[in-house]
């Protein structure tokens, strides 16, 4: 199975603040047709997961475009450009390339 | 309104079985593929199972192949997942999800716990 590995683990932050997380595959990411699937959710307090980013680099629509996602391969980061009090949660990078679908760990956000 | 809906959680002794259903509405359901995402008690979130649009095909997380099928209805918007020989780490808020590389609707969670 593909490892996906999330790095930092807990992000204490101040809010306005910039933050990246980063999220390591063990496999390229990148399928047969050229498309790289790794996606990005955000799982609040008591909530279900939802996604805000799809493809790499996708935002989704309702997602603040606070949020970006880059990377390539096996390397990709999702950044908060300035962290607001309602992103506090768990984060988590999910690959759609392998199966069986893999999630990293979840990074807790959460404001100091 | 676009939503899903799951179902079918409870308390089950160990090897014992349990069938979860999740209502789709507000789409049109034989165009997706859909998944299950289950997360344990205060731990991560872990894929289990995914099927495609005509429920022809099917995939499983190695923890769970074997003893879990899933299936859906396109005549009923319902996707189910039956659990069978039921372990304690099978205790968890299982999600139902649309699609299979980028599941973008989730559910509310339905949650199955596995004890004696």
């Known amino acids: 199975d593909v490892v996906m590995t999330q790095s930092p683990l807990s992000l204490p932050v101040t809010l306005g603040q910039a933050v990246s997380i980063s999220c390591r595959s063990s496999?390229?990411?990148?399928?047969?047709?050229?498309?790289?699937?790794l996606n990005w959710y955000l799982q609040r307090p008591g909530q279900s997961p939802r996604r805000l980013i799809f493809k790499v680099s996708n935002r989704d629509s309702g997602a603040p475009d606070r949020f970006s996602g880059s990377g390539s391969g096996t390397d990709f980061t999702l950044k908060i450009s300035r962290v607001e009090a309602e992103d506090v949660g768990v984060y988590y990078c999910m690959q759609g390339t392998h199966w069986p679908r893999t999630f990293g760990q979840g990074t807790k956000v959460e404001i100091k | 309104e676009v939503q899903l809906l799951e179902s079918g959680g409870d308390l089950v002794q160990p090897g014992g079985s349990l069938r979860l259903s999740c209502a789709a509405s507000?789409?049109?359901?034989?165009?997706?593929?859909m998944s299950w995402v289950r997360q344990a008690p205060g731990k991560g979130l872990e894929w289990v199972s995914g099927?495609?649009?005509?429920?022809?095909?099917?995939w499983y997380a190695d923890s769970v192949k074997g003893r879990f099928t899933i299936s859906r209805d396109n005549s009923e918007n319902t996707l189910c997942l039956q659990m069978n020989s039921l372990r304690a780490e099978d205790t968890a808020v299982y999600y139902c999800?649309?699609?299979?590389?980028?599941?973008?609707?989730w559910g509310q969670g339905t949650l199955v716990t596995v004890s004696s």
């Open positions: 507000g789409f049109t359901f034989s165009s997706f593929a």
């Open positions: 099927i495609s649009e005509s429920g022809g095909t099917t």
């Open positions: 496999q390229s990411l990148v399928y047969s047709d050229g498309n790289t699937f």
């Open positions: 999800a649309r699609g299979v590389v980028a599941p973008g609707l």
